[in-house]
């Protein structure tokens, strides 16, 4: 179930992926939704939530572009269980903790899909450090943002219903 | 234990969906050489299986010709060491061969030379007791021996026949302890009588002490005995002493090795005393 929902949050955040990046080009470059969702996924669900969000997203994400259908799969797939790993093992359930989560998650990600287009030969990258560093950045930003509002948004709908109920009254 | 189960489903779940990556990663990505990844892998995997296949069989082929080649080399070697066993001893026999021809040219040269009638033998046996040295030629009778013809070797004189048979006679040899010979110094013309010893010498006996003998000296066969034929070697003059007396002590050693003697001449020539001998017994 968790899966089937993590799975419907990262169609939902390929959709925005994709809205944004046609309105603002460069600013895709500064957040994966994707990837936050899939970090988040694996830090709510679980390895296996987290392993198998990251691996229908970033199949998806790999047919949706250009490049070699399977390496952000893999990417995401090992961020996702990684993350889940460390969601199990660790208490995430600070700003911060899930802040440094994301940001790490974020260069993991990095690492790998640059590293296997570098591993065989397939493109020529130049360093994109900074480029990395602002999309860890980003994601850690949206990934507590979206953690905190999760976590408010039901409260604050029934602080909302109570509110209207006093009024009325 | 819910935990480790949920970790381990999660560890093979995470290696399986990864695996699937790779596969279709390679399937779809080029080799340097042009080859998809996948094929590549997958002929680079398989071409190993085939090189240790190739390396498994190359190694029992060749353990299997190792084998029978072992087996056609053992049956080889043992051809070539029968033939080797059968040259060497072909070999043994033409050296043997030679060595007799050689003896037989020696003694063909002696007969020529001492203008003598002879007859070559060959030993066939040896004494049958130390305390008396005899050996025995496989001539006889037949070919014209008698008693007390002398018996000569290239080297010098062997001994006399004493017993003649049909087809065989007993020779004395020189070194017998009842042997004697006519002796002179070949230098000095001092004249005495060899007798054997015994042993591997000669003893020369009643040579004046005043008698010119020296060592080395050679002495040969005086012929005045009517048995041996006169100038055939005996030996050399080993050791002189003063015995005291009337005669010197002198030691001699025989010319003839008498260990490693094969073929001999039996002169069948009388000397002038054994022929004056049988013209007066007539």
Known sequence: MKAARAVLAA??????QTTLARVVVRGT??????????VYAALTGGPITGLLTGTFAGLVQDTLSTGVVGIGGLAKTIVGFLAGVVGTQFIVAQPVPRFVVFFVATIVHAVVFYGLYILLDLRQFKPAYAA???????NAVVGVVAFQLVELLPGAVERRRAARTRIRR | MALLDTRQRAGYVFLFV?????ILISAQVNAKSGVPVL???????????????????GG?????????????????????RRQLAEAEIALQEQTALADRTRGLERLLELR?????????AEIIAAGATPDFRTVTIDKGTRE?????????????????????????????????????????IERSRAQAVVVGAGDEWLRMEYVSEVADVAQGDVVVTSGIDGIYPKGFIIGRVETVEKSGGAYKRILVKPAVDFSSLEEVLVVLTPTPARKAAEEHSQ
């Open chain 1, 11 to 16: 169609a939902l955040a390929l959709a925005l």
């Open chain 1, 29 to 38: 470059d500064v957040v994966d939704f994707v990837l936050v969702v899939v």
């Open chain 1, 132 to 138: 990395v560093a602002g999309q860890a950045l980003g």
């Open chain 2, 18 to 22: 990864i695996l699937g990556h790779v």
């Open chain 2, 39 to 57: 094929e590549a892998a997958a002929f680079g995997v398989f071409a190993e299986v085939q090189r240790g296949t190739a390396s498994i069989l």
């Open chain 2, 60 to 80: 029992i082929r060749h353990a299997w010709s190792g084998y029978v080649g072992l087996r056609q080399v053992r049956a080889e070697n043992e051809v070539l």
């Open chain 2, 112 to 120: 020529d030379r001492s203008n003598l009638l002879t007859a070559a």
């Open chain 2, 144 to 184: 014209g021996l008698r008693p007390d013809m002398a018996v000569i070797a290239p080297s010098g004189v062997v001994g006399r026949v004493v017993v003649p048979s049909a087809s065989a006679a007993k020779v004395q040899l020189l070194i017998d302890r009842n042997a004697a010979v006519g002796a002179l």
